[in-house]
């Protein structure tokens, strides 16, 4: 059984979402494959290597199966082999696709009765697991595909090209979400007092995104930059690329949980050429997980 997910790209509000605040998040047309065979014992094969249950290299699926089988009261030994059109560890949901599209397929295999809401429950409840702190956004839309404002769980239609600039840094979602947490911890006032702000600049970038209002985008992405840069996830190298970004005219911004990964960009319909930068061009994605044909 062969299912696939997509991958995600957050236009604004990771991290403030966590403690509740609105965030954007579209579906991209990026996708995670994933193979599910009934076998006599776990194998799971990704670019990462070969292995069984492994928590350290495969945590996300490991954690899908054992929590499956807690919900089904049997022991499941899938081989299951992943391919995926996604970065790792690059802000692009490439581990809330993986989850979704092995859950999904486990379903499948298995012929378990459920709805696409438990392929969202188990997922998140993955995340959960592996990051000790999440919001859901990232299993919600590889789960269901298309551009949403959440936690109102408010779909819009949304369809301007995506820039990805990828840093080549890898940015582990867990320990950027410790990270925020830990700042937050030491000073909650003024933690708090950014999320509100950061809270403001997703609404506004939502009607932005809706009228097309590319001068608002970019002064909002910068806004936005400035406020992920002041709770400690940027870097140098995404400062950079941002800065270059905007010289070019193009809005700018991390997406996803940032320590690395990649800067996004809204293509404002500039003409500029961006040669100097490995440039990934997507577009919103309306469909979530669903079944593939082998070939
Ligand atoms: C990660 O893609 C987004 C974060 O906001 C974490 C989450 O929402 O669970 C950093």
């Known amino acids: 059984m062969l ?11 990771e991290h403030s979402v966590v403690y509740g605040k609105h965030a954007i998040v579209t579906a991209i047309n990026l ?39 807690k919900r089904v009261g ?22 809330a696709a993986v989850t979704v599209a092995t859950v999904y397929a ?22 959960l697991e592996v990051q000790g702190k999440a919001s859901g956004i990232d299993p919600f839309v590889s789960t269901y595909g ?17 820039l990805l600039v990828d840093t080549e840094e890898k940015g582990v979602t867990a320990e950027m979400v410790r990270r925020v947490y830990d700042l937050r911890k030491k000073y909650p006032e003024l933690v708090d007092e950014i999320f509100d702000v950061m809270d403001i600049i997703t609404l506004k970038i939502k009607e932005a995104l809706e009228s097309k209002d590319y001068e ?10 400035s406020m992920l840069k002041a709770i400690g996830v940027s870097t140098e190298k995404i400062d950079k690329i941002t800065s270059k970004l905007e010289r070019l005219g193009y809005p700018a911004k991390i997406t996803g949980a940032g320590g690395g990964g990649c800067v996004l960009s809204i293509n404002p319909g500039k003409s500029k050429k961006l040669e100097e930068f490995k440039v990934i061009s997507t577009i919103p994605e309306t469909e979530g997980v669903r079944e593939e044909v082998v070939q």
């Open 3 to 13: 299912a696939s997910a997509p991958g995600k790209v957050i236009i604004s509000g």
């Open 31 to 69: 996708r995670c494959y994933v193979n599910v065979r009934k076998a006599n014992r776990v194998k799971i094969t990704s670019e990462l290597g070969e292995t069984g249950i492994d928590f350290e290299v495969h945590p996300y699926v490991s954690w899908a199966i054992k929590l499956m089988e």
């Open 74 to 95: 049997k022991n499941l030994t899938p081989e299951i082999i992943i391919k995926s059109d996604l970065p790792v560890a690059s802000g692009l949901g490439s581990s």
């Open 106 to 127: 486990l379903c499948k295999e298995y012929e378990l009765e459920f709805e696409l809401e438990d392929v969202y429950e188990i997922a998140k409840e993955v995340e």
């Open 146 to 162: 298309g551009s949403w404002l959440m936690p109102e769980k408010e779909r819009f239609n949304f369809d301007s090209e995506i």
């Open 216 to 225: 608002s985008i970019f002064e909002l992405f910068r806004m936005n930059q």
